[in-house]
């Protein structure tokens, strides 16, 4: 049972970061299509995702889902404002912590830069700033108060079967993408900035 369970929870929580990878490489694309008005196909690797938004929410939900089930008094319904500015703050925290020590990683292994945050309010060294600190808490509120049980609910609609077709489609995409991109990193005007 045990065995079953940790398999469902593999599938449901690749599930969640593939389809929130897209989600992100979405958001970005508009960004600068609204921006510049022009596609550009965001980030490291060459498909529709940004597994950075995917780990963050990943996280987010593995982290959240267990503290309820541990029975956290502070993540009740019964508090729902106090846990929706704890989410905030976890939301803000950690999804600033990824994006930094993913730009980090970038930088130092690849030496390019996906995002720079230079001249925004309190950066770290471009990778992070106060704006984008606000939009993760922002997003892990909507995420965990709207859009994850939403989400939940229709995987859990599929046949197992089918839930693992379609997470074995994605992670061999994934993974060959992940292969060329190491080879040879996306990159060019509005991907990376110098």
Known sequence: ?????????????????????????????????????????????????????????????????????????????????RESCFIFLFGMCGGSLTELCTGWLLWHVFHKKYWDYHGYPCNIAGYVCLYSALGFGFFAVVWIRWIAPRLMRAWGRLRPPMQCFLVGLSDLILVTDVIFALMLPNSGTNITFL
């Not at 982290?63 to 089930?69: A, E, P």
């Open 1 to 81: 049972m045990k065995r079953k369970k940790l398999i469902a929870d593999m599938l449901l929580y690749n599930f969640i970061g593939m389809t929130v990878a897209v989600s992100g490489w979405i958001w970005e694309v508009l960004i600068f299509f609204v921006k510049d008005r022009r596609f550009v196909n965001r980030g490291f690797l060459y498909g529709p995702y940004l597994p950075v938004y995917g780990i963050g929410a990943v996280m987010l939900s593995v982290l959240y889902y267990s503290w309820r089930r541990c029975g956290k008094s502070f993540l009740q319904k019964k508090h729902p404002v």
